[in-house]
């Protein structure tokens, strides 16, 4: 492992983090939000929240956030299927302080007393939106930006206008939906370090089942598990436990890197061909990078575990972690491989 290009390439990685994080949104899941008394309470309704969750039959989500007069409030709603393939096409509702009351508000919605209500209708926009990070797909349904008129308490009420309308039509199908509320696209730390658990939630609120999303993770740690078995009948294992736990830990990088290809075609085959398509393309670059530098040292008689080599095992793992390459299972796996008494490494 040659020192310079290695801490070349972790360079050029992490002034990649930033980009990365501008351009996503914070991922949450709530629950049990179907009455003003119970709506979800989003915190910073600047920083841009994406709240993934399922309308309940005939039912009504509520969230609530404060604004001051003249703060900007952003709201847009998502689905994951075509409204015109799944019956599904929602719709939200702004209600809060001197806004002038709607006659057209559904008769679901319950308005706070003295609220006012802006009706925003779901339509079917025809073609999905490509999300290069994650990757994914959507069709964004319905959007709105004002300023708040007053100080106050603000309600985002989500329900499903043609069930409502029309409910012998639309009895069964899926009715999975996201609202991205803000605008101001950040994350902490933690939220950085949980993205990737949140990528599989979102994978999974779009109706992919839990085997498909880790089958590539799966097939190339069982692929990469057989060619290493092979290896060592030929003598050429890795040498030491240090070494074996960075080889499957390199073995994992590889699998984030072909799940985001996989994950990558089907945004695809649903978006049609898109040039931000090669933002997702250099995040699966730059996990097989990861994964090059962990099997250079892993499958490699020499170098040794010396001091700088413990140092750059770590820091690629860090790097791992925050850039959600290896699924937590590679990252823990090159930092312990680091943290290796001499003695048991070798």
């Known amino acids: 492992m040659r020192l310079i290009p290695f801490f070349a390439i972790l360079l050029t990685i992490l002034v990649l983090v930033p980009a990365t994080a501008v351009l996503a949104h914070s991922p949450v899941f709530p629950e049990e939000n179907h009455s003003p008394s119970t709506a979800y309470e989003i915190s910073d309704p600047d920083k841009s929240w994406a709240i993934y969750t399922a309308l309940e039959h005939e039912g009504v989500d509520y ?41 057209h508000v559904n008769d679901h919605i319950e308005v706070p007393s003295g609220y006012g209500s802006i009706m925003v209708n779901g339509s079917d926009p025809g073609q999905a939106v490509y999300e290069p990070f994650t990757p994914s797909w959507f069709y ?5 930006t004002i300023s708040a008129p007053e100080d106050g308490t603000y309600y985002i009420a989500v329900f499903d206008s043609t069930h409502h309308d029309d409910a012998h039509i639309h009895v069964q199908r899926d009715a999975n939906y996201a609202l991205i509320v803000g605008y101001l696209e950040a994350f902490t730390p933690l939220e950085l370090v949980l993205i990737p658990y949140s990528v599989h939630e ?66 695809l085959n649903a978006t049609g061909l898109t040039g931000e398509a090669i933002i997702t393309f250099v995040v699966a670059i730059i996990s097989i990078i990861l994964c090059i530098i962990t099997l250079r040292y892993a499958l490699r008689n020499k170098p040794a575990l010396t001091v700088l080599r413990r140092i750059g095992l770590i820091i690629t793992g860090v790097i791992a972690l925050f850039l959600w390459s290896g699924f937590y299972l590679g990252p823990a796996l090159v930092i312990v491989a680091a943290l290796i008494p001499r003695h048991n490494a070798e």
């Open 63 to 103: 969230y609530r956030f404060t604004r001051v007069s003249g703060e900007k409030i952003q709201i847009s709603l998502i689905v994951p299927e075509s409204p015109s393939d799944s019956g599904f096409l929602p719709s939200f509702a702004l209600l809060g302080p001197a806004l002038i009351p709607d006659e």
């Open 140 to 144: 964004e349904v319905g959007s709105l």
């Open 202 to 267: 979102i994978y999974s609120w779009e109706g992919q089942n839990l085997f498909i999303i880790f089958m590539p993770m799966i097939l190339v740690l069982a692929v990469g598990g057989v060619i290493l078995y092979w290896r060592r009948r030929q003598g050429k294992n890795p040498q030491g436990v240090s070494k074996w736990l960075a080889a499957v830990g390199g073995l994992a990088f590889l699998g984030s890197a072909l799940g985001t290809i996989y994950q990558m075609s089907l945004a």
